[in-house]
């Protein structure tokens, strides 16, 4: 008996024999002709049909790149609904885009032939905020707390730095945040840290910080991205009637895109899962690629232990692209050594061979790069919308953003300066957060002078320190203005009109619908008059911006008619990067990698395939960095449908210097079977027909050195390797050599005793 049966008592693989199982597909079976059935041996695969069909007992599908894992999770939510398994309410569905949640919501009512359902189906940040609505007063929160951003964060920190007069040494406050953040990801308080023996983080100086800014964020009502998972955690450690109480609800799991949970993530998980233990993850270990931001690999790598008896199911057929490019993605993600393992196939045909191209520079290949969309558009095959240009690094979009101009292709950058992000309309929004939230005092603080009021930063410092005195928040210092030494007369009547305004507004928010408040908002403050009379060259656009935001409302509005503003607020709070991708425009898509996952397009260039740049430098000393980056690598060639372009460049500007490239590791790893040339870089070059000067400072490389950049060597010890840069000239000759393995070595060329192989 495994361990999974000896805790639930049931059999963990219902297709061998379950009989609730098998009452299950029975009626299925024998009610084809319900509209609430759809065609399930004609729209699933066989892989795809266990997955949906195993409903009882922990389920982990392991979905291979463009196999459908989207298809298996909505079917499954209707299946489970359908076949009278689960109601509605009792399904828990998360993903991590709230596109991904909105095209599952789709897909579930087209299957289900409704127009409403109430799965709890959303992204972990808007559930577990949704969650917290309702139970906020346990954990010492109000229902209307705000959600930080990243820059209301860090203007949070910089609030009590500045209050505490804290010294951060050679420390940013963006590095604070940044390391306050991993450790809410691993579940650790200010508490837990306090008694952590380690200095890895330079607890001392980090630890006083940490606490305040936690007790910043509970005075202002207001939770940053990571406390959404945090305090759903200790909401239910701390509160086993409330846990119970979610269980109870929630009898059926599934989660989407597992492979980027992180460690907070997992342990909800794990909370809600106890009970019923009906818990389906569809994943893919091999996409696995936000280790930077928290992501546990070894969540889906170690799922089977944890939930012993779990049925895991392989769906291996992609149905996205050709054989070819299959082929080379298989080829690199193989060398990895930690992954459950498959191997994707199509029914697709061949296609066409990779085209690997090697250019003089970063400028010829993003000449190169616009120079074949034209080349493929002009065969009337595709349209702009059928192409992305791929990177490891935003930095690098600027020199192709410069080709496509020229060359007058139409482009969208993806996961570049969003629209909410933009001043004017953080400025609403701000507004709209008071009224919701008047302790939220970052955006107290950003709208109290706006428009402007004639406040000075000696006003801002006084209210400061009144609420710091009196154990208030800030909004409290402008109700009392009055009791404040220090703040002239004519300075405490503009701050009492602003309470004024704030206080009718809250009035008013419940008596008007969202978009004619607003608009009053915006023309009592004289939003437009403000941005008019600023005359730059950027206001107009902020006006259209501002009318923009108002049509947005309006849609939402519209869209959800039972909706409150704190439901706005929380939907644009949570919106991520690729929830702007518009697949419809007419527009070549540009973006990072990152970014690209979980999209597909017909024709894919992947640049700056070069050592030190895809992979990153830093990873070459990291066995699990580095396989971080292969795995990378495998998102951007499984983006591709039927054309692939890998470009690189023998040099590239970085600052203010011209560095010698090397080819990046993982085109040596591609099958050369796959690729239009003889091997990893065949002979297809391109120059630019107008080569632009610029001043350069290249790496030089002593003329009578033996040694040279790019040249491979063998060293005794370490092996083969390949020469990055060669400093100093004679017997002060110094050598940086990347070995393979990914070890970057820096040596004397005198006592290195080097093999020269390729001389």
Avoid at 155 to 175: C, H, I, M, R, T
């Amino acid at each position: 008996m495994t361990g999974y049966e000896e805790r639930t008592g049931r059999n963990p693989h219902p297709q061998n024999g379950d009989q609730k199982y098998m009452s299950y597909t029975q009626k299925r079976k024998s009610q084809k002709g319900n509209n609430l059935f759809f065609s399930w041996e004609k729209d699933l695969n066989p892989e795809q049909q266990k997955a949906v069909e195993n409903i009882e007992g922990p389920v982990l599908v392991l979905a291979g790149a463009g196999s459908g894992k989207t298809r298996v999770v909505t079917y499954r939510i209707a299946y489970l609904i359908a076949c009278g398994a689960a109601s509605a309410e009792k399904i828990l569905a998360l993903t991590f885009t709230n596109k991904a949640a909105s095209e599952m919501r789709q897909r579930v009512l087209s299957l289900l032939h409704s127009k409403d359902m109430k799965v709890w189906l959303g992204t972990f940040h808007s559930i577990f905020a949704r969650i917290l609505r309702r139970e906020a007063r346990k954990i010492g929160y109000t229902s209307h707390y705000s959600i930080y951003d990243e820059d209301d964060q860090l203007k949070a920190l910089k609030d009590v730095v500045k209050n505490k007069n804290f010294e951060l040494g050679d420390y940013s406050p963006q590095q604070i945040i940044n390391q306050i953040s991993s450790l809410k990801s691993r579940l650790i308080t200010p508490e837990l840290y306090e008694d952590m023996d380690t200095d890895i983080l330079k607890k001392d100086m980090i630890l006083p910080v940490y606490r305040e800014y936690r007790d910043y964020l509970v005075r202002s009502n207001a939770m940053d991205f990571d406390d959404l998972l945090v305090n759903v955690y200790l909401l239910f450690k701390n509160n086993p009637d409330v846990l119970a109480l979610y269980q109870k609800r929630f009898r059926h799991i599934l989660v989407d895109e597992f492979q980027d949970t992180n460690f907070a993530q997992y342990q909800i998980l794990l909370q809600l899962a106890s009970k019923h233990h009906n818990i389906c993850v569809v994943g893919d270990d091999d996409q696995s690629i936000y280790r930077w931001r928290g992501a546990e690999i070894k969540n889906i790598l170690h799922f089977e232990h944890d939930f012993h008896g779990a049925t895991t199911i392989r769906l291996e057929q992609n149905y996205r692209s050709t054989k070819n490019i299959l082929k080379a993605a298989n080829s690199v993600i193989g060398n990895n050594r930690f992954r459950h393992g498959k191997n994707l196939w199509t029914n697709r045909d061949v296609g066409e061979k990779i085209t690997v191209c090697c250019v003089d520079s970063d400028r010829e290949e993003s000449g190169y790069v616009a120079q074949n969309i034209l080349a493929e558009v002009s065969r009337e095959k595709w349209n702009w919308d059928d192409f992305a240009i791929l990177y490891r690094l935003n930095s690098h979009s600027r020199l192709i953003e410069d080709s496509l101009r020229s060359y007058s292709i139409p482009y969208k950058v993806v996961g570049g300066f969003k629209f909410y992000d933009r001043k004017e309309i953080k400025d609403i929004l701000a507004y709209l957060r008071i009224l919701v939230n008047q302790n939220d005092s970052v955006s107290l603080k950003r709208i109290l002078n706006y428009p402007p009021r004639g406040l000075g930063k000696q006003t801002f410092v006084k209210l400061d320190e009144f609420a710091i005195k009196n154990g208030n928040n800030f909004y409290h210092s402008l109700k009392d203005v009055e009791k404040i030494n220090g703040i002239p007369a004519k300075r405490k009547e503009t701050i009492k009109d602003f309470y004024k305004l704030i206080t009718k507004y809250k009035k008013l928010r419940n008596k008007v619908s969202l978009v004619e408040l607003v608009s009053s908002l915006i023309e009592e403050i004289q939003m437009i008059n403000q941005l008019k009379a600023e005359s730059d060259a950027s206001s107009v656009d902020r006006i259209d911006n501002v009318k923009e935001l108002l049509r947005a409302i309006e849609e939402y509005t519209s869209d959800n008619p039972d909706s409150t503003i704190e439901d706005y607020i929380t939907q644009i709070a949570l919106i991520t990067d690729i929830d702007d991708w518009d697949s419809n425009q007419q527009r070549v898509s540009l973006m990072t990698v990152h970014s690209a996952k979980g999209l597909e397009f017909p024709v894919v260039f992947i640049s700056g395939l070069e050592d030190g740049v895809f992979p990153l430098s830093s990873a070459f000393e990291d066995p699990e960095s580095l396989e971080e980056e292969r795995r990378l690598m495998y998102v951007a060639l499984t983006r591709a449908r039927d054309v692939l372009y890998l470009t690189h460049s023998r040099t590239r500007w970085k600052y203010d210097s011209m560095l010698q490239c090397v080819p990046s590791r993982f085109l040596r790893e591609i099958d050369k079977s796959t690729i239009l040339g003889p091997g990893y870089e065949p002979s297809i070059s391109f120059h630019s027909p107008e080569k632009k000067s610029r001043t350069a400072h290249v790496q030089s490389t002593p003329s009578n050195s033996r040694y040279q950049p790019g040249q491979r060597i063998s060293h005794p010890d370490f092996g083969i390797g390949i020469i990055q840069t060669v400093d100093g000239t004679g017997n002060k000759t110094k050598l940086q050599i990347l070995f393979d393995g990914g070890i970057l070595k820096k040596l004397l060329a005198q006592y290195a005793s080097l093999t020269i192989l390729d001389d």
